[in-house]
């Protein structure tokens, strides 16, 4: 049994309770939140872009902290999720390893890389796992590329476009404030940043071009340049100043003997994809893939059943380790770079 305690019942903190119920031999044992009426249950006002709205929930038997200090010494707590502000995740990371707990940190991993930094060396020297809730790769059309990647039918990877977009998040109040969300370069293109390190390595060199808003990336186009030249890899996102262009993610991989693509994007309030993920193969076949419909807390399902086994079995994740996640980090860092720069940035690999 995998003994989990949740810090920050916000709308995460919501998706990951209604996730972690859903998997075998794992417990809720313990929660921390400032806010009273969460720490008494009352859920009812937590609201997301997706997902069920909060619920009234029954604490009974858990452990429930408004110091989040005394989770952290809760003996009945193995794993540390902290689906907190961005702007906390370093310090209580490190704190919680420090106490001896297993840690998951809601993405991004921190706000500086200097803090990732300081995060890798707290789990080194404390010999917990610390992983980094990148779910994109337990969603389900991203979960599918990366089967047909990884069974090697179609031979090796060329590259690919990738692509992710929203209106200006208004209802975020400390959207483009860099203390505490940093815009969309960390918020949104982070997601495909860990993909693209996933699929390709590490780049050695990115070009970005865009916009920036209050000294931060908002719109911007980037190509990433890897060791293997003929890898050609690119990413689209950002935020676009306007309301009516809620949400657009996409990609293009390409294989030596196939193509994968996939669109889903919000239009005129209505979710729907584009293009719906298909493999078209050498001979122009077109196959559609057989995805899993409906539930998005599905994928935070699957990225919390590999982090309890990984606790569990005492093995590290090769999806949402810490250091993947320093990579997403480094590569966002040079992007930002190379866009305020006008410059191409290279990453030390
Ligand atoms: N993986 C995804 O797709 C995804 C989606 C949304 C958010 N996130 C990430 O999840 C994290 C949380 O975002 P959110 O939207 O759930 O935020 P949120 O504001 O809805 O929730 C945060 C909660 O933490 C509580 N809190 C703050 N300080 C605390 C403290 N010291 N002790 C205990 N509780 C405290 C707040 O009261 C609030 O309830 C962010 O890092 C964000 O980037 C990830």
Redesign the pocket.
Known sequence: MTRVGI???????WIHWLAYHRLSDVRVTAI????PK?LAGDWRD?K?NFGPPGEQVDLTGIGAYAN?DDLLRDSNVDLVDI????A??ADIAIRALEAGKHVLC???MALQLADCERMVAAAKKANRLLMV?H?LPFFPEYHWALQVIRGGEYGKLLGGEFRRVISDPTWLTKYWLPEHIGGPML?LHIHDAHFIRLLFGLPQEVTTTGRQRNNLPEFWHTQFRFADRDLAVAATSGTINQQGRPFDHAFEIHLEKATLMFQFAVIGGEGRYLCPPTLLDSSGNAQHADIPGGDPTDAFVNELREVTNCVRDGRPSDTLGAVLAQDAMRICAAQTASLQSGKPVTLNT
Request: net charge negative.
């Open positions: 810090i920050g019942i916000g709308f995460m903190g921390s939140e400032t806010i969460r937590i997301g989040l689906t907190l502000p961005t906390f995740h809601e993405k991004p809730g779910v918020d």
